[in-house]
């Protein structure tokens, strides 16, 4: 047992953030917003090899793991990278062209069931096919078939919508066993996304507070302030033993139940990214609750991933279902 | 990163499991909690069994009569102990988390060699002598005086919160041996042997009901200078060594032995009948089960994540904070859903018809205090945001 970086996924970390941090820096977010994806932007996070990173060398992979995944997508998530970013890396070994970027999918997971109102396409007018994960299998519509509407004001601004009324069924192209698979992975994803997420809102929020000066002194002195951050750094850390731990689960079952590795490490990342992009909205103040402010994207993209692979209190049930009763 | 345990690791956990199966029942349950001679006994009485079966001291040198185990023995240690339910480390707490790690850290030879065995045989029992009245979370304004007389100093002051007090043989304490130094700056750290002259002890009855800890008055109580553990005015940076210890592995067992008693209480909620169903059908109380478990679970994977660090590092890092911080909380909060779980039975504190009621609302009620000792989370967030996060430091 070794529950650290090796070398070797520390430079991975640095590499993706080295990228994500010249590629989406905060200062491009509002050129971003008038198109937040598109293919050239799928082509640049594929030849990072973000959607191949886990795939076999011989078909064109790195070969790499779920937690080194975590790691990547953990890095997407400090930058609020766009794009249906998740269901290109969990798909690309089952779908000719993903992985390269060639082939744009997205995807609903309707395992559970579905929402009120129309489905809520990510991207759905840049997508070549829909994939829609449900109890008994992967179904693949093609986005020619997708009759909807796209909607005017998106939550997230880097997360446009399509509002698909009424969805088709589409072909199945893989059995229950394989979309279950697909959403444990994609879950393991989301709960990385968080950690970002959770990471990023802190380091903004205490940066911001040793800056901002009243009573003639620097907020970040008070108590008030350093509590919530310290609670924020905590959930951060809390979340990132829980994400690790649920990738080295997915890629060796052997070492405990993954299931409920992932479905903790979900309750907790999300719970955590939730928190903190929430306390950051409040550490900014009043220029937390404008736009031009870094907080509202973060929060805006936790609700998104909320509602994305179940939500958290499906997690909570998931974990609750596999606690050991011996 | 890997979380697979290794081969030896295995060996290690079947040699243990087989022992614990067969030697915890037969220690038989603890004695009631007001019964000082008899607790002291069986807490004693088991120590001396784990050494006898080299399972004392699992984490320290095998020169000082440890284990010296590897890192990931120490965490299959404390998963199995858990897991067996083996009894609680009770009053040889001190010796064994704080007193004995200062002394391996700091103390010298002579003082190895006369308590480390001791201490893991459980014929040495700790207190702690930190806190005083107007010392507190600001423990470095403690006030009580070690003056030098000859070879000896002479003591006075006035401590609190001294676990164990009644029953220890040595007292770890912090003295001020110069009162003209700045309040961090004259702190000294020396054994007391609790048999001297001039000790008296006032128990205060807690909010169980029972006086674990005590008041202890010191007035010109003569303890010898060779007693002094490291340099003199160097107490207060050799009491942040004993809370590294404090704040890193030393919740591991504790955050294990939460994740078994979520299991227990998953396990009694299907029995437990309430609205013509069991309480496990309710969904609100899954999910609340499933919460508490998700943080047990991540707390677990952070122990794993810091003791890599200590592998790497040889020190508990600062995240211990945060690690306590997360652990004491969620301790309150799954007692808490236990206790809310008895529902009327948990107006009793005794455990009455087969159920854990009385256990689980006094433990409850036992894990107040680990949010205020060792450093109260609000210091705990101080810390945090300070020496982490580099935020402006309180007056000090």
Same mark, same amino acid.
């Given at each position: 047992?070794?529950?650290?970086?090796?070398?070797?996924?520390?430079?991975?970390?640095?590499?993706?953030?080295?990228?994500?941090?010249?590629?989406?820096?905060?200062?491009?977010? %509002?050129?971003?917003?008038?198109?937040?994806?598109?293919?050239?932007?799928?082509?640049?996070?594929?030849?990072?090899?973000?959607?191949?990173?886990?795939?076999?060398?011989?078909?064109?992979?790195?070969?790499?793991?779920?937690?080194?995944?975590?790691?990547?997508?953990?890095?997407?998530?400090?930058?609020?990278?766009?794009?249906?970013?998740?269901?290109?890396?969990?798909?690309?070994?089952?779908?000719?062209?993903?992985?390269?970027?060639?082939?744009?999918?997205?995807?609903?997971?309707?395992?559970?069931?579905?929402? %009120?109102?129309?489905?809520?396409?990510?991207?759905?007018?840049?997508?070549?096919?829909?994939?829609?994960?449900?109890?008994?299998?992967?179904?693949?519509?093609?986005?020619?078939?997708?009759?909807?509407?796209?909607?005017?004001?998106?939550?997230?601004?880097?997360? %446009?919508?399509?509002?698909?009324?009424?969805?088709?069924?589409?072909?199945?192209?893989?059995?229950?066993?394989?979309?279950?698979?697909?959403?444990?992975?994609?879950?393991?994803?989301?709960?990385?996304?968080?950690?970002?997420?959770?990471?990023?809102?802190?380091?903004?929020?205490?940066?911001?507070?040793?800056?901002?000066?009243?009573?003639?002194?620097?907020?970040?002195?008070?108590?008030?302030?350093?509590?919530?951050?310290?609670?924020?750094?905590?959930?951060?850390?809390?979340?990132?033993?829980?994400?690790?731990?649920?990738?080295?689960?997915?890629?060796?079952?052997?070492?405990?139940?993954?299931?409920?590795?992932?479905?903790?490490?979900?309750?907790?990342?999300?719970?955590?990214?939730?928190?903190?992009?929430?306390?950051?909205?409040?550490?900014?103040?009043?220029?937390?609750?404008?736009?031009?402010?870094?907080?509202?994207?973060?929060?805006?993209?936790?609700?998104?991933?909320?509602?994305?692979?179940?939500?958290?209190?499906?997690?909570?049930?998931?974990?609750?279902?596999?606690?050991?009763?011996? | 990163?890997?979380?697979?345990?290794? *081969?030896?690791?295995?060996?290690?956990?079947?040699?243990?499991?087989?022992?614990?199966?067969?030697?915890?029942?037969?220690?038989?349950?603890?004695?009631?909690?007001?019964?000082?001679?008899?607790?002291?006994?069986?807490?004693?009485?088991?120590?001396?069994?784990?050494?006898?079966?080299?399972?004392?001291?699992?984490?320290?040198?095998?020169?000082?009569?440890?284990?010296?185990?590897?890192?990931?023995?120490?965490?299959?240690?404390?998963?199995?102990?858990?897991?067996?339910?083996?009894?609680?480390?009770?009053?040889?707490?001190?010796?064994?988390?704080?007193?004995?790690?200062?002394?391996?850290?700091?103390?010298?030879?002579?003082?190895?060699?006369?308590?480390?065995?001791?201490?893991?045989?459980?014929?040495?029992?700790?207190?702690?002598?930190?806190?005083?009245?107007?010392?507190?979370?600001?423990?470095?304004?403690?006030?009580?005086?070690?003056?030098?007389?000859?070879?000896?100093?002479?003591?006075?002051?006035?401590?609190?919160?001294?676990?164990?007090?009644?029953?220890?043989?040595?007292?770890?304490?912090?003295?001020?041996?110069?009162?003209?130094?700045?309040?961090?700056?004259?702190?000294?750290?020396?054994?007391?042997?609790?048999?001297?002259?001039?000790?008296?002890?006032?128990?205060?009855?807690?909010?169980?009901?029972?006086?674990?800890?005590?008041?202890?008055?010191?007035?010109?109580?003569?303890?010898?200078?060779?007693?002094?553990?490291?340099?003199?005015?160097?107490?207060?940076?050799?009491?942040?060594?004993?809370?590294?210890?404090?704040?890193?592995?030393?919740?591991?067992?504790?955050?294990?032995?939460?994740?078994?008693?979520?299991?227990?209480?998953?396990?009694?909620?299907?029995?437990?009948?309430?609205?013509?169903?069991?309480?496990?059908?309710?969904?609100?109380?899954?999910?609340?089960?499933?919460?508490?478990?998700?943080?047990?679970?991540?707390?677990?994977?952070?122990?794993?994540?810091?003791?890599?660090?200590?592998?790497?590092?040889?020190?508990?890092?600062?995240?211990?904070?945060?690690?306590?911080?997360?652990?004491?909380?969620?301790?309150?909060?799954?007692?808490?859903?236990?206790?809310?779980?008895?529902?009327?039975?948990?107006?009793?504190?005794? *455990?009455?018809?087969?159920?854990?009621?009385?256990?689980?609302?006094?433990?409850?009620?036992?894990?107040?205090?680990?949010?205020?000792?060792?450093?109260?989370?609000?210091?705990?967030?101080?810390?945090?945001?300070?020496?982490?996060?580099?935020?402006?430091?309180?007056?000090?």
């Amino acid at each position: 047992m070794e529950f650290q970086f090796s070398d070797d996924q520390m430079a991975l970390q640095e590499g993706i953030r080295t990228f994500c941090e010249g590629r989406f820096p905060f200062d491009a977010i %509002p050129e971003l917003e008038k198109e937040p994806f598109n293919r050239g932007i799928q082509g640049e996070l594929a030849e990072m090899g973000i959607f191949a990173l886990r795939l076999p060398e011989e078909q064109g992979g790195l070969g790499l793991g779920m937690a080194d995944a975590a790691i990547v997508f953990a890095e997407l998530g400090r930058r609020v990278v766009p794009g249906p970013v998740i269901w290109g890396n969990v798909l690309a070994g089952l779908i000719d062209g993903v992985a390269t970027g060639e082939v744009i999918v997205g995807g609903l997971d309707h395992t559970l069931g579905t929402s %009120p109102g129309p489905a809520m396409v990510e991207h759905g007018s840049q997508l070549d096919a829909l994939i829609v994960l449900r109890k008994d299998g992967i179904h693949r519509i093609e986005a020619s078939a997708l009759d909807g509407e796209r909607v005017k004001d998106p939550l997230d601004p880097l997360t %446009p919508i399509l509002g698909v009324p009424s969805l088709p069924a589409g072909e199945r192209i893989a059995d229950a066993d394989t979309a279950s698979r697909v959403r444990l992975e994609a879950t393991t994803l989301t709960s990385a996304f968080f950690l970002g997420i959770a990471e990023s809102t802190q380091e903004y929020a205490v940066a911001y507070a040793k800056g901002r000066e009243q009573f003639d002194r620097p907020i970040a002195g008070f108590q008030a302030i350093k509590h919530m951050a310290a609670d924020m750094y905590v959930k951060q850390e809390v979340a990132r033993a829980a994400v690790y731990a649920a990738g080295c689960s997915v890629d060796d079952p052997e070492i405990g139940d993954p299931i409920r590795a992932v479905a903790s490490a979900r309750v907790v990342a999300g719970e955590a990214a939730m928190h903190n992009s929430r306390k950051c909205v409040q550490i900014y103040g009043g220029m937390g609750f404008t736009w031009e402010m870094p907080p509202h994207y973060y929060l805006k993209r936790t609700w998104v991933l909320e509602n994305a692979f179940g939500t958290g209190e499906d997690a909570a049930e998931t974990v609750a279902d596999h606690i050991r009763l011996v | 990163m890997d979380l697979r345990y290794s *081969d030896a690791d295995e060996k290690f956990r079947h040699e243990l499991r087989s022992w614990l199966e067969a030697e915890v029942p037969l220690h038989g349950a603890p004695p009631d909690r007001s019964d000082w001679d008899a607790r002291r006994v069986y807490d004693s009485g088991w120590q001396g069994k784990l050494f006898e079966a080299g399972y004392a001291g699992v984490n320290w040198p095998a020169e000082y009569g440890g284990r010296g185990a590897t890192l990931t023995e120490e965490l299959v240690y404390y998963e199995e102990y858990a897991r067996a339910k083996a009894p609680y480390v009770g009053m040889n707490f001190v010796g064994l988390r704080h007193g004995g790690p200062t002394l391996i850290a700091e103390g010298s030879e002579l003082q190895k060699s006369e308590h480390l065995p001791r201490i893991l045989r459980g014929e040495e029992i700790w207190c702690q002598g930190f806190s005083e009245p107007n010392a507190g979370s600001d423990l470095a304004a403690l006030k009580t005086t070690a003056e030098r007389d000859g070879d000896d100093y002479v003591i006075n002051g006035h401590k609190i919160w001294t676990s164990f007090a009644q029953k220890a043989d040595l007292c770890e304490l912090l003295v001020r041996t110069d009162p003209a130094a700045s309040k961090h700056r004259g702190i000294s750290w020396v054994v007391m042997p609790m048999d001297l002259p001039g000790i008296s002890i006032q128990p205060l009855d807690t909010i169980r009901g029972e006086s674990d800890f005590a008041e202890m008055f010191l007035e010109n109580v003569r303890v010898p200078c060779e007693n002094l553990v490291g340099e003199e005015n160097d107490g207060w940076r050799i009491t942040n060594v004993t809370l590294r210890f404090e704040r890193g592995s030393a919740w591991a067992q504790d955050i294990y032995e939460l994740k078994e008693f979520l299991s227990d209480l998953s396990i009694l909620a299907r029995k437990i009948t309430r609205h013509d169903a069991t309480a496990w059908d309710d969904i609100g109380l899954r999910r609340e089960a499933g919460h508490l478990a998700a943080e047990a679970d991540a707390l677990w994977a952070m122990m794993k994540w810091q003791l890599g660090e200590v592998a790497r590092t040889g020190m508990p890092g600062l995240g211990g904070s945060a690690l306590k911080l997360a652990f004491t909380e969620l301790n309150q909060r799954v007692y808490e859903f236990g206790t809310r779980l008895m529902a009327r039975a948990s107006l009793s504190r005794n *455990d009455l018809a087969d159920l854990p009621n009385g256990r689980t609302v006094d433990t409850f009620l036992n894990t107040l205090s680990l949010t205020i000792a060792a450093g109260s989370s609000q210091v705990q967030r101080n810390i945090v945001s300070e020496r982490i996060l580099e935020m402006p430091r309180e007056p000090r």
